[in-house]
């Protein structure tokens, strides 16, 4: 008879969204596309959205136009903006789950770790995305890019969420610099996917384990626990 898995020794786990639980790009590429033409400007490419993606929404669009020619005033970008929020939020596509997420998301469940998000997308999208994929009633706290007067890479991003979860021993999962900076300043170790939008070599992310699957990460936070 085999042994039971040995538990898990961080009372909770904080997620990053886009390139670690979601492949978004390819939404965010359809929606931005939707302002930019509303703008007269040349569409991008998913590619060109994977090097964007990671500080927020703002930033995201900011990059986009500067892409596609002249950059913008600020009260130019407020009004784009707006209309690329608006859009991504009346969205109807459904997001893609990366392989593996909802059984390990529930494994760590099981075990009694409380799980929070921690992500420079917006909240109400983050919400509405989270309760399209049924993954909601998991989270027990939830910080987008605009529930505080931070976001990542700023540690008081995480630090909230771990502190809205009840405290304690604490782990980090995402997929980028701001991720393991965001971790660094929050003094919580961190695991970096391989999978998502790093924008660098991962070897370089200076994260404590890289995982290739989501699903060994229960294995990893016990390594990384020990």
Known sequence: MSAAPAAIPFAAVVFDLDG??????RDMTRVLNRTLSRF??????EEQVRGMVGDGSAALV????????????EDAL????ADYLDAYFQDDEPPVLYPGVPETLAVLADSGVRLGLCTNKPERITRKLLDALGLSPLFGALAGGDTLPVKKPDGR???????ALGGGSAAMVGDNRNDVKAARAAGVPVVAMTYGYPRMPVQELGADILLDRIADLPDALRRLGA
Request: hydrophobic fraction near 50%; proline fraction near 3%.
């Open 40 to 45: 007269a400007r040349p569409a991008v490419t």
């Open 78 to 81: 407020k009004t784009a903006l």
């Open 157 to 163: 991003h995480l630090s909230w969420v771990v502190e």
């Open 62 to 73: 900011r990059q986009a136009f500067a892409t596609t020619g002249d950059a913008l005033t």
């Open 20 to 25: 670690t639980l979601i492949d978004s790009a």
